[in-house]
């Protein structure tokens, strides 16, 4: 069986390859399709925001025996009878933070003293604080804007950086595809919206730009002057290029990805830390969606994009062109030798030899 370097090498020679290319139109309907769904959850369930955006009381009980949520619901009703079920989180495996709407000055210490007695601790082990409603929507638009000028920025770089504005475009599709995949996911789970979460986002698109960048400068080495050849078109340059990256981005997600699993499914899932659950389910997802994005999104996009350039369908037509009449050629080449052996045959005399003229008789 031969050993996955042995295969990479075969995609990078060319010995193997897989079709991105012509398969380009399948793979961004498919994408498309989860794009749709990813914002259809988006739209029914929506995000879980965080105290942080929405503005409220956290109150944190510290070394609990039980750490169910039942005892903090109960505790909350009996002081504030009309306010809305708090939200009760395990943090660090014997704590237990709960999340309410605005308490009232006036009233925050007798919430914290009914937690204290629902969950059978010290009033001490109950800490509070408050984050109001304007510095949350302060919040959620520099969280806004900082996603926005990256973009715009990432956008300017690679136009600049590739001199293509078709480049520029195909990576912000797949970075726009990671976001809305990874948001999409953050939703359906319904994990915390917080400002790590916001950062994990952040992060994820700059993993997603590195790898669609490696791509698509091998893309750039492959198609560097084959508009002047004949022997490959544009489309089949950019379909070598992914071939010959594609281990390459597997084994960087495959890296990135394992230190990040172990963050989310036993730091998070298993001790507790929600911090480093909010930003490492965006890190895990985004890390998934970037690698996708970058094979499967960004060339199908790119290669699309060239498909109807002038020059490089006018270059296919000829490359084509000239395809055919090599075939032609090729198939016409065992009957040329074949007739001009028979025509020299007709000349020869018996055994192959040429007839000598004759030579009259001199006469004396």
């Not at 139109?25 to 989860?34: K, P, S």
């Amino acid at each position: 069986m031969p050993s996955f370097a042995a295969f990479g090498n075969d995609l990078y020679t060319g010995r193997r390859s897989f079709d991105f290319v012509e398969r380009r139109r399948r793979l961004l309907a498919i994408t498309g399709v989860v794009v749709l769904l990813a914002v259809l959850v988006l739209v029914v369930r929506g995000f879980n925001p965080g105290i942080e955006f929405t503005g409220g009381s956290e109150y944190r009980v510290s070394q609990v025996a039980d750490t169910s949520e039942d005892p903090a619901v109960e505790a909350v009703a009996s002081v504030l009878p009309d306010a809305q079920p708090p939200s009760v989180s395990v943090v660090g495996g014997d704590s237990v933070r709960i999340q309410t709407e605005a308490v009232p000055e006036d009233r925050t210490t007798e919430v914290a003293d009914a937690l204290a007695a629902a969950y059978d601790v010290d009033p001490g082990q109950v800490t509070s604080s408050y984050v109001g409603p304007v510095w949350g929507a302060d919040i959620t638009r520099q969280a806004l804007i900082g996603i926005g000028i990256f973009l715009v920025l990432v956008t300017g770089v690679i136009a600049v950086y590739f001199r293509d504005l078709a480049m520029a475009a195909a990576a912000l599709v797949a970075l726009v595809h990671d976001l809305v995949v990874t948001a999409g996911v953050y939703a359906l789970v319904g994990f915390e919206v917080t400002p790590a979460s916001v950062i994990g986002f952040l992060t994820i698109l700059g993993f997603s730009l590195y790898d669609t960048v490696v791509v698509f400068d091998k893309v750039r080495e492959q198609t560097a002057g084959v508009l002047q050849g004949s022997s490959r078109t544009y489309l089949e340059q950019i379909n070598l290029a992914v071939n010959q990256t594609v281990v390459r981005s597997i084994n960087t997600s495959v890296v990135a990805a394992l230190p990040i699993a172990s963050i989310l499914f036993i730091g998070a899932l298993l001790l507790g830390a929600g911090t480093l659950r909010d930003v490492s389910l965006a890190l895990f997802v985004g890390t998934l969606a970037g690698t996708y994005s970058s094979i499967f999104v960004a060339p199908a996009v790119l290669a699309e994009i060239k498909g109807r350039d002038d020059r490089v369908r006018a270059h296919t037509e000829q490359v084509r062109a000239s395809r055919r009449e090599e075939a032609r050629l090729a198939a016409e080449g065992p009957a040329a030798p074949a007739l001009a052996t028979a025509g020299g045959a007709a000349d020869e005399g018996p055994r192959g030899q040429r007839p000598q003229p004759r030579r009259g008789r001199r006469r004396g």
